[in-house]
């Protein structure tokens, strides 16, 4: 008889499938949740906001249903404003919109619809002779 001890050819992974499972699914969960927590941590910054403010240009004021699936928009990119439709079929701008003088809404003057759409009315052209 000898005193040599089997050696098993392959090495135990766990103690059964489902084990090995749970305990990778953890892992996983585990690290996103840490990845999650820092990046909540981080957003908070005041480094980080600035990043996002200064690339966060391009906002929408406003929005207003205007007929079947079509809506009009006012976007705002940094100091200038615009009026856009848009539709099913595409998008379109309508107009610059100018920033008016910081007047209260009671004391400002509202343009007629088809004037913002056209602007003021052409001269009339001469007869071709």
């Not at 941590?41 to 906001?49: E, F, G, H, S």
């Not at 309508?94 to 509202?110: L, N």
């Amino acid at each position: 008889m000898t005193n040599a001890m089997s050696i098993p050819s392959v090495a135990p992974l766990g103690q059964s499938p489902m084990v090995d499972l749970f305990r990778v699914l953890g892992t996983v969960c585990l690290l996103l949740g840490l990845a999650w927590i820092g990046l909540y941590w981080l957003r908070d910054r005041p480094w980080m906001k600035g990043t996002l403010q200064r690339r966060l240009r391009l906002r929408v004021e406003e929005t207003r249903p205007i007929g079947n699936r079509a809506l009009l928009h006012l976007v705002a990119c940094g100091d200038q404003q615009f009026l856009v439709a848009s539709s099913p079929s595409g998008v379109s701008l309508i107009a610059d919109v100018m920033p008016g003088d910081p007047m209260s809404s009671d004391d400002r003057v509202v343009p007629r619809f088809d004037e913002c759409l056209h602007g003021p009315p052409l001269p009339p052209t001469p007869p071709k002779a």
